[in-house]
């Protein structure tokens, strides 16, 4: 239980962070699962897309102090190669 006025500020401070920290985590969560998903279904443009847009919000959790850089970097070389994987396939059948 915090005692002064500077204490009690800083738990108030400290659940908006928690909020904003976890907002950030699910919203690159959700962008990574829309990676898969559009891998899983064999779409090579839609996950393209959709792993320039998890890159960025993954990115953007290491600015923020949200992610470790090492594990965005992680997850971002991961996806990278299910992509590519994904275009080798594509491009063998066309």
């Not at 919203?27 to 998890?54: H, N, P, Q, W």
């Not at 600015?63 to 850089?69: D, L, Q, R, Y």
């Amino acid at each position: 239980m915090a005692n002064t006025a500077s204490a009690k500020k800083m738990i108030r401070k400290i659940e908006k962070r928690t909020l904003i920290n976890n907002m950030r985590k699910n919203k690159t969560r959700t962008t990574v699962r829309k990676v898969m998903d559009a891998i899983s279904a064999g779409s090579y443009e839609s996950a393209m897309l959709a792993f320039k847009s998890a890159m960025s919000n993954l990115h953007r959790c290491v600015t923020k102090g949200v992610m470790h850089k090492n594990t965005a970097a992680r997850k971002i070389s991961r996806l990278n190669a299910k992509i590519y994987k994904l275009f080798k396939t594509v491009e063998k059948t066309v």
